[in-house]
């Protein structure tokens, strides 16, 4: 059974950091596009960041772009998203996903299958 599970969220205050994982079992991370997303109160669900090991590739939104990093960790089977210089804007609940489709480059929902269950983000300024 795939199951995707996140943790390392938390109150952080601007300008710190946090790292977040996404532990994967069922499955190894290294056969699968892993992707990044977030949900802030009362927007909707956002792609933050993914990586493809497959192909040697990550994507990162524009609103991250610079402070955010993603790595996988073959070893551990855990994907992690370090997050560096964290703003107010970044509250929200994070979620990881994974799917098999290797030509996946994007952190776009619709292509990803299995979900976590999120943890929560509370960048205070």
């Known amino acids: 059974e795939v199951r995707l599970m996140e943790s390392g969220g938390g109150l952080v205050q601007a300008g710190g950091s946090l790292r977040l994982s996404c532990a994967a079992s069922?499955?190894?991370?290294?056969?699968?596009?892993i992707g990044w997303f977030r949900q802030a109160p009362g927007k909707e669900r956002e792609g933050v960041a993914c990586i493809n090991r497959d192909a040697g590739r990550t994507f990162f939104a524009n609103s991250v772009l610079g402070r955010f990093t993603i790595e996988s960790d073959s070893a551990r089977n855990v994907v992690y998203l370090q997050m560096n210089r964290l703003r107010p804007e970044d509250t929200a609940v994070y979620y990881c996903?994974?799917?098999?489709?290797?030509?996946?480059?994007?952190?776009?929902?619709?292509?990803?299958?299995?979900w976590g269950q999120g943890t929560q983000v509370t960048v205070s300024s």
């Open positions: 069922g499955f190894t991370v290294d056969d699968y596009v």
């Open positions: 996903a994974a799917t098999r489709d290797s030509s996946t480059y994007y952190p776009i929902e619709l292509y990803y299958n299995y």
